[in-house]
């Protein structure tokens, strides 16, 4: 079933009192609120809930996530990711362009992605702080139109198309996040993201990757690549949700994950809204 995420909270927490296991696409929710709910109703349930974000899936990135657990990164300390569309607004008006129905713009639809992965790539460090600005320059003037969707000139548009952040964790360490639907800039349009360690690096971008180091005082380079025979990440994400249901575990993308995401989200949008830093309240009980 394809909803808005103003829907996602309710149908899933509809489901687990119905006694089904959920597979949830991002985001968990419409804001944080929506995605504690989700949370509360997993804790009392014996279902599984699984956020469905495919970009951990993805065989680059699964690469670099087995080089970093086995330590060739060291120290994982900043890393910068972000997704820029040059003319990439989904259906205008609809409930893609409409606050109360998305949750907001492009921050929430592909930033999201971009921020689980990172996040996970660094080992899942708490995010304490926030510091945030989002900015609406195309949209309003019907400027920036992608080709996904069909436009409702009749509905509006009170989201950002640009968002930029600058996220820090517990452990000290740092995220840069960037994402937009629209914006005057020379990109092909591919997410990307880019994880920095004491002792080597990693660069994903589109469907090529490298790992980075340091050897012998001069720099090296690996190329990553996706095998020829590439299954898809959808499929490795079904059958880890298949898995988790027959073994009783706990998905990767489990709801704490998809609340984090939320938290975060959250956090950039108030800071755009005050022009001040923001403190991430992790009270998972209110």
């Not at 996220?167 to 960037?178: A, F």
Request: with cysteine; charged share 25%.
């Amino acid at each position: 079933m394809g909803v808005p995420n103003q829907f996602h909270a309710p149908l899933a927490v509809q489901a687990l009192a119905a006694g089904k296991h959920v597979l949830l696409e991002k985001p968990m929710g419409i804001n944080s609120e929506a995605a504690r709910q989700i949370l509360h109703a997993a804790e009392t349930s014996d279902r599984v809930v699984m956020v469905a974000h495919q970009m951990r899936w993805e065989s680059i990135a699964m690469q670099i996530k087995e080089q970093i657990e086995r330590g060739e990164l060291g120290k994982i300390y900043s890393a910068k990711t972000g997704w820029f569309r040059r003319k990439g607004i989904p259906g205008w008006g609809t409930w893609f362009t409409q606050m109360d129905q998305s949750g907001g713009g492009p921050l929430i639809d592909i930033g999201v992605h971009m921020l689980d992965l990172a996040l996970y790539l660094m080992g899942n460090p708490k995010p304490v702080s926030v510091y945030g600005s989002t900015y609406a320059e195309f949209g309003p003037n019907r400027k920036g139109i992608g080709t996904w969707g069909t436009p409702d000139w009749d509905g509006t548009y009170d989201v950002e198309d640009l968002a930029t952040a600058l996220i820090k964790m517990e452990d000290g360490s740092t995220l840069s996040l960037e994402v937009s639907w629209a914006v005057h800039m020379d990109t092909d349009n591919s997410p990307f993201i880019h994880v920095m360690g004491s002792e080597g690096g990693a660069s994903y971008r589109g469907s090529e990757g490298k790992l980075l180091t340091e050897k012998f005082d001069r720099p090296i380079e690996s190329v990553l690549s996706k095998p020829d025979n590439d299954e898809g990440e959808r499929a490795r994400l079904s059958r880890h949700f298949l898995a988790c249901i027959r073994e009783g575990k706990q998905p990767i993308t489990s709801v704490l994950s998809g609340f984090t995401n939320n938290l975060v989200l959250d956090a950039i949008y108030e800071s755009s809204r005050t022009g001040n830093e923001v403190k991430l309240d992790w009270n998972l009980k209110q």
